[in-house]
């Protein structure tokens, strides 16, 4: 099955740029998304189709994806931001397609 | 308003059943896949299922396979997850998502419910 992986933790001072990678054999061939969730609530989706950003989505989120990496990139980082990021691929690569999510990355603001 | 709102969730014994359920308002419930996605205590997203619109491509995680079944009825805009056999790696909080896809290339979740509490413990 197809595998996402994430750094577990990623820490950047308020107002530089975090950067959330999320790597995957030839991730540059899938759509990637991306997900936010604070502590106690559920999962917002903050980019689509690897670039996209949903109605409501600050323009300071933004993203990419080639090769075998797909990043996440968050500009003028804010306290606000501080959650953990997902990543989310579709594996319709067997009779079984499914959902993959990445571990999950916990942005921390300092 | 676009929402999602679960239910159903409890303490169950290992080898017990529940029943989920998932209200939609605020949109077409019927032109849209559906999903659940559940998350232990501590832990990160697991997708556990997905539904078509019309109910006949169903997907599941290989953990649930032959224990939970995913369906929906869109005359009451509602999705549901029935959980059989259920085990304490069972334990999380299921999500119900709206979903779209768009052939092989991709699927996403737009909107999600607060979740519902799944506790499998003696």
């Known amino acids: 099955s197809y595998v996402l992986t994430q750094p577990p933790s990623v820490s950047v001072a308020p107002g530089k740029t975090a950067r959330i990678t999320c790597g995957g054999n030839n991730i540059g061939s899938k759509s990637v998304h991306w997900y936010q969730q604070k502590p106690g609530q559920a999962p917002v989706l903050v980019i689509y189709?690897?670039?996209d950003r949903p109605s409501g989505i600050p323009e300071r989120f933004s993203g990419s994806n080639s090769g075998n990496t797909a990043t996440l990139t968050i500009s003028r980082v804010e306290a606000g931001d501080e959650a953990d990021y997902y990543c989310q691929v579709w594996d319709s690569s067997s009779d079984h397609p499914n959902v993959v999510f990445g571990g999950g990355t916990k942005l921390t603001v300092l | 308003e676009v929402q999602l709102v679960e239910s159903g969730g409890g303490l169950v014994q290992p080898g017990g059943s529940l029943r989920l359920s998932c209200a939609a308002s605020?949109?077409?419930?019927?032109?849209?896949?559906m999903s659940w996605v559940r998350q232990a205590p501590g832990k990160g997203l697991e997708w556990v299922a997905n539904i078509k619109q019309d109910g006949s491509e169903k997907y599941y995680v290989d953990s649930v396979k032959g224990r939970f079944t995913i369906s929906r009825d869109n005359a009451k805009n509602s999705l549901y997850l029935q959980m059989n056999s259920l085990r304490a790696e069972d334990t999380a909080v299921y999500y119900c998502?709206?979903?779209?896809?768009?052939?092989?290339?991709?699927?996403?979740?737009?909107?999600w419910g607060k979740g519902t509490t799944v506790t499998v413990s003696s």
């Open positions: 605020g949109f077409t419930f019927s032109s849209y896949w």
């Open positions: 998502a709206r979903g779209t896809i768009a052939a092989a290339n991709y699927y996403y979740m737009d909107v």
């Open positions: 189709y690897d670039s």
